[in-house]
């Protein structure tokens, strides 16, 4: 009992060192008020803290349950750099903007982990077109509650792919139809993109769902 005791904790451990991801900050702003900002409000600690929460919480959403499931991704490097825009991915590295950080007038950590669980979705997720990639990103963030008040409320936006926190509302709402329906669509995409998966898995066409979705909020297009 004892040896298979021993070899059972083994098999765990060996698991687990599997599944274990590595993570790297560089700060290359720190000649600017924005990386200085980033270091004394935001630090590296909370920074690799949060990347691997972002991981587990991405895992869990996308029903990831084993490695076989997900992307071999050994690494994740974050970069924050003095450039414009917020944020970006780019493969495993994440590069987030110290002018963005600088000019932000709220709880700059708050926002900054809402940033970081969008873009590590960008690690984790399977390719698609931009507008349903950013929104199955702020999708994830919606659910993690690291959506800011400045967001297009439940029902805005022009079309269903509008891509970020419009078609990230949209994805709840199917979501709310089927539960499990985010993280089977992301599964599918593995083997490439259709609009007929929204058929496939949720029994309307997407152009249906978005005129139901609409009709919920009272916003007819």
């Known amino acids: 009992m004892t040896m298979y005791v021993v070899c ?4 765990l451990a060996a698991m687990q060192g599997t599944e274990a991801v590595e993570y790297s900050f ?3 702003a720190l000649s600017t008020p924005g990386g200085v900002r980033f270091r004394d409000e935001i630090g590296e600690e909370y920074t ?15 029903q990831q349950n084993s490695p076989a499931d997900r992307k071999s991704v050994e690494k994740v490097s974050l970069f924050v750099d003095d450039m414009d825009g917020v944020a970006y991915t780019s493969n495993d590295e994440i ?26 979705v960008h690690v984790w997720q399977w390719s698609g077109p931009t507008g349903v990639i950013e929104g199955i990103a702020d999708y994830v963030r919606l659910k993690a509650n690291y959506a800011p008040s400045h967001w297009k409320k439940p ?9 970020y926190d419009v078609t ?4 709840d709402y199917c979501d709310s139809l089927k539960s499990g329906f985010v993280a089977q669509l992301n599964q599918q995409m593995r083997s490439g993109y259709s609009d ?23 916003n007819i297009p």
């Open 26 to 28: 560089t700060n290359n």
């Open 168 to 171: 990230a509302h949209f994805l």
């Open 8 to 11: 059972f904790l083994l098999f």
């Open 48 to 62: 690799k803290q949060t990347l691997d929460s972002a991981t587990q919480f991405i895992w869990g959403i996308f």
């Open 155 to 163: 029902g805005e936006g022009q079309k269903w792919d509008q891509g």
């Open 95 to 120: 590069h987030v903007s110290a002018r963005y950080v600088n000019g932000y007038s709220g709880d700059v950590r708050i926002e900054i982990t809402g940033v970081l669980y969008h873009e590590m």
């Open 196 to 218: 007929e998966l929204f058929v496939q898995l949720l029994g309307k066409t997407v152009d249906q769902l978005w005129q139901e979705y609409k009709a919920k909020y009272g």
